[in-house]
């Protein structure tokens, strides 16, 4: 999947439901897009405001780095309402239920349980991993709540816990670890902070080190709520 040219031609209209302004955009390619701009993030305590957009737009790129498709292509843009991450908007289908991937749990998850363990993800809930309702593939999103310097991993994917990580994914954190260390630790650093991009290839390491997921934190919460 890929977006050809991510500017955007015409706002549709407002996603419902969204805690923080989520628009459906026209895109010049002829497809459409999610545009959250920075200017209508809800503000957070933990997260300096008017930087989601940059972690979502960081989260694609460190998928790509890994050679992960599960992120649908994100970019920073500058569009009608200022600074904003556009994300290729992916037609979901509403009739499928995830919750049965979580009871193995599927291998189809594990993919997105590395991503947010290296991304420090601080709300998988399971309804920001859609199903693509023509090809019935699995796809991350709302990953703004990431890269934070500090432990925030709350996730309902803990069911890989204590497992050894497959080596296809072992393979795709070396491919990050050379990516890190050859521009992409510097543009981290340049839009959140020299000590997230330090944390993101520390988590990286020790992932490679250890080859396992980590088990879920005793100190705190380590699960979103609401988990949907």
């Keep these: 999947m890929t977006s050809t040219d991510p500017t955007i031609v015409n706002v549709v209209g407002r996603m419902p439901y969204a805690s923080n302004a989520t628009l459906l955009v026209d895109l010049a390619d002829g497809q459409q897009g999610i545009y959250k701009p920075a200017d209508g993030e809800r503000p957070l305590w933990d997260f300096p ?3 989601l957009a940059a972690r979502e737009a960081l989260t694609w790129e460190v998928s790509a780095a890994m050679g992960l498709s599960i992120v649908p292509p994100t970019h920073l843009v500058e569009g009608p309402f200022g600074l904003g991450s556009n994300q290729l908007f992916i037609k979901e289908d509403f009739e499928f239920d995830p919750r049965p991937l979580l009871e193995e749990p599927s291998e189809r ?4 349980a590395v991503l947010d363990v290296v991304i420090n993800n601080a ?17 991350a999103i709302d990953n703004g709540l990431s890269f934070h310097d500090e432990e925030k991993l709350r996730t309902i994917l803990w ?4 497992r ?7 393979d795709g954190l070396v491919n990050l670890s050379v990516r890190l260390r050859s521009g992409l630790h510097a543009r981290v ?10 944390a993101l290839a520390a988590r990286t390491a020790h992932l490679l080190d250890t080859g396992v997921h980590p088990h879920p934190p005793l100190d705190r919460p380590a699960v979103p709520w609401p988990m949907w």
Excluded: M, Y
């Design 109 to 112: 998850l594990w993919p997105f």
């Design 164 to 170: 050894p990580i497959p080596e296809p994914l072992i």
């Design 159 to 162: 069911g890989f816990a204590g």
């Design 123 to 139: 709300d998988r809930k399971l309804g920001h991993i859609i199903v693509e309702e023509q090809t019935n593939d699995l796809w």
């Design 189 to 198: 650093w340049d839009l959140l902070s020299r000590a997230e991009a330090d």
């Design 49 to 51: 405001f008017g930087t």
